[in-house]
Protein backbone atom coordinates (compact mmCIF):
# COMPACT_ATOMS: atom_id res chain seq x y z
CA UNK A 1 0.00 0.00 0.00
CA UNK A 2 2.88 2.62 0.47
CA UNK A 3 4.40 2.02 -2.46
CA UNK A 4 1.29 2.49 -4.17
CA UNK A 5 0.78 6.18 -2.65
CA UNK A 6 4.24 7.21 -3.35
CA UNK A 7 3.35 5.55 -6.90
CA UNK A 8 0.59 8.26 -7.06
CA UNK A 9 2.52 10.78 -5.33
CA UNK A 10 5.50 10.35 -7.77
CA UNK A 11 2.94 10.71 -10.48
CA UNK A 12 1.03 13.73 -9.37
CA UNK A 13 3.85 15.65 -8.91
CA UNK A 14 5.45 14.79 -12.18
CA UNK A 15 1.85 15.89 -13.81
CA UNK A 16 2.22 19.29 -12.24
CA UNK A 17 5.57 19.42 -12.89
CA UNK A 18 6.13 18.39 -16.20
CA UNK A 19 4.35 20.86 -18.95
CA UNK A 20 4.07 19.93 -23.12
CA UNK A 21 5.70 23.47 -22.98
CA UNK A 22 8.90 22.51 -22.50
CA UNK A 23 11.19 21.80 -25.41
CA UNK A 24 13.17 19.47 -23.48
CA UNK A 25 13.45 17.98 -20.05
CA UNK A 26 15.68 20.05 -17.89
CA UNK A 27 18.53 18.74 -15.48
CA UNK A 28 16.60 19.71 -12.31
CA UNK A 29 13.76 17.49 -13.84
CA UNK A 30 16.11 14.53 -14.05
CA UNK A 31 17.16 15.28 -10.15
CA UNK A 32 13.92 15.01 -8.60
CA UNK A 33 13.56 11.90 -10.25
CA UNK A 34 16.57 10.31 -8.75
CA UNK A 35 15.51 11.62 -5.69
CA UNK A 36 11.99 9.72 -6.05
CA UNK A 37 12.56 6.59 -2.97
CA UNK A 38 10.11 3.62 -4.52
CA UNK A 39 11.99 2.13 -7.34
CA UNK A 40 8.73 1.77 -9.31
CA UNK A 41 7.79 5.52 -8.77
CA UNK A 42 11.11 6.48 -9.71
CA UNK A 43 11.11 4.53 -12.80
CA UNK A 44 7.61 5.62 -13.79
CA UNK A 45 9.32 9.47 -13.51
CA UNK A 46 11.89 8.53 -15.52
CA UNK A 47 9.86 7.61 -18.18
CA UNK A 48 7.65 10.35 -18.24
CA UNK A 49 10.58 12.44 -18.98
CA UNK A 50 11.83 10.22 -21.52
CA UNK A 51 8.69 10.18 -23.26
CA UNK A 52 8.66 13.78 -23.12
CA UNK A 53 11.60 14.05 -24.63
CA UNK A 54 10.66 12.03 -27.25
CA UNK A 55 7.56 13.72 -28.12
CA UNK A 56 9.38 17.16 -28.94
CA UNK A 57 9.54 17.78 -32.64
CA UNK A 58 12.98 18.95 -33.35
CA UNK A 59 14.32 22.16 -33.89
CA UNK A 60 14.11 23.59 -37.31
CA UNK A 61 17.30 24.09 -38.78
CA UNK A 62 18.04 27.44 -39.06
CA UNK A 63 19.17 28.79 -43.49
CA UNK A 64 22.30 30.52 -41.93
CA UNK A 65 25.38 30.19 -43.36
CA UNK A 66 26.83 27.36 -41.65
CA UNK A 67 28.92 27.55 -38.51
CA UNK A 68 32.49 27.86 -38.51
CA UNK A 69 34.46 26.33 -35.58
CA UNK A 70 36.44 28.54 -34.02
CA UNK A 71 40.27 28.25 -34.88
CA UNK A 72 42.68 25.44 -32.84
CA UNK A 73 44.59 26.84 -30.57
CA UNK A 74 48.38 25.49 -29.73
CA UNK A 75 49.29 24.24 -26.65
CA UNK A 76 51.34 27.78 -26.78
CA UNK A 77 48.70 30.14 -27.88
CA UNK A 78 46.51 28.63 -24.92
CA UNK A 79 49.31 29.31 -22.12
CA UNK A 80 48.26 31.05 -19.10
CA UNK A 81 44.48 30.83 -20.39
CA UNK A 82 43.70 27.56 -19.33
CA UNK A 83 40.95 27.22 -16.70
CA UNK A 84 42.98 23.94 -14.99
CA UNK A 85 46.13 24.02 -15.13
CA UNK A 86 46.90 20.53 -15.89
CA UNK A 87 45.04 20.07 -18.90
CA UNK A 88 46.47 17.38 -21.35
CA UNK A 89 48.70 18.75 -24.02
CA UNK A 90 49.28 21.87 -21.86
CA UNK A 91 52.81 23.66 -22.14
CA UNK A 92 54.91 23.78 -18.84
CA UNK A 93 56.95 26.97 -20.78
CA UNK A 94 56.73 29.28 -23.12
CA UNK A 95 59.82 31.75 -24.29
CA UNK A 96 59.53 35.38 -26.06
CA UNK A 97 61.34 38.41 -26.39
CA UNK A 98 59.82 41.83 -25.07
CA UNK A 99 60.82 44.27 -28.15
CA UNK A 100 62.14 47.12 -27.14
CA UNK A 101 63.68 48.96 -24.39
CA UNK A 102 63.31 46.73 -20.79
CA UNK A 103 63.65 48.22 -17.81
CA UNK A 104 62.04 46.49 -15.50
CA UNK A 105 59.21 45.94 -13.62
CA UNK A 106 57.29 47.54 -10.51
CA UNK A 107 54.61 45.89 -9.22
CA UNK A 108 51.19 45.67 -11.86
CA UNK A 109 53.35 46.20 -14.81
CA UNK A 110 52.27 45.15 -17.99
CA UNK A 111 54.30 42.72 -20.49
CA UNK A 112 53.33 42.61 -23.89
CA UNK A 113 55.26 40.22 -25.94
CA UNK A 114 56.76 39.48 -29.31
CA UNK A 115 53.94 36.76 -29.45
CA UNK A 116 51.08 39.05 -28.65
CA UNK A 117 50.47 37.73 -25.40
CA UNK A 118 49.75 40.86 -22.39
CA UNK A 119 51.08 39.39 -18.99
CA UNK A 120 50.45 41.40 -15.60
CA UNK A 121 52.60 41.43 -12.59
CA UNK A 122 50.77 39.97 -9.83
CA UNK A 123 53.06 40.29 -6.86
CA UNK A 124 54.84 43.31 -4.95
CA UNK A 125 58.00 42.24 -7.02
CA UNK A 126 60.42 45.11 -8.23
CA UNK A 127 63.66 45.15 -10.51
CA UNK A 128 65.95 46.88 -12.51
CA UNK A 129 67.47 45.84 -15.46
CA UNK A 130 68.17 47.51 -18.34
CA UNK A 131 68.21 45.71 -21.50
CA UNK A 132 67.19 45.81 -25.43
CA UNK A 133 64.59 43.13 -26.13
CA UNK A 134 64.98 40.88 -23.43
CA UNK A 135 64.41 37.42 -23.73
CA UNK A 136 61.67 36.07 -21.14
CA UNK A 137 60.74 32.88 -20.12
CA UNK A 138 57.29 32.04 -18.47
CA UNK A 139 56.90 29.21 -16.38
CA UNK A 140 54.11 27.08 -14.86
CA UNK A 141 54.08 26.94 -11.14
CA UNK A 142 52.41 25.16 -8.51
CA UNK A 143 48.30 26.08 -7.85
CA UNK A 144 47.70 27.93 -11.32
CA UNK A 145 50.41 30.83 -10.51
CA UNK A 146 53.14 31.72 -13.13
CA UNK A 147 56.18 32.75 -13.06
CA UNK A 148 58.32 35.67 -15.58
CA UNK A 149 61.92 35.20 -16.08
CA UNK A 150 63.70 37.80 -17.88
CA UNK A 151 67.21 36.63 -19.19
CA UNK A 152 70.15 37.92 -17.05
CA UNK A 153 68.07 38.58 -14.12
CA UNK A 154 68.33 36.02 -11.27
CA UNK A 155 64.77 37.17 -10.32
CA UNK A 156 61.21 35.91 -11.11
CA UNK A 157 57.92 38.09 -11.23
CA UNK A 158 54.55 36.01 -10.48
CA UNK A 159 52.61 37.05 -13.24
CA UNK A 160 49.18 36.25 -14.71
CA UNK A 161 47.85 36.18 -18.63
CA UNK A 162 45.29 39.42 -19.54
CA UNK A 163 45.13 38.44 -23.04
Same mark, same amino acid.
Given at each position: ?47 ? &? #???? /?? %? ?5 ? !??? @? *??? +?? =????TERFGLEQKAAQEGAADTIT ?16 ? &? #???? /?? %? ?5 ? !??? @? *??? +?? =? ?24 RLQ
Amino acid at each position: MHALATLATALSLSAGLFTSAWANPAAADWQRCRQVSEAAARLACYDK &L #ADMA /VA %QPAAPVA !AAA @P *AVP +PP =VKTPTERFGLEQKAAQEGAADTITSVLPGDFEGWDAKTKFT &L #ANGQ /VW %QVTDGSR !AYW @P *AKS +PK =VTIRRGVLGAFYLQVEGLNTTAKVKRLQ
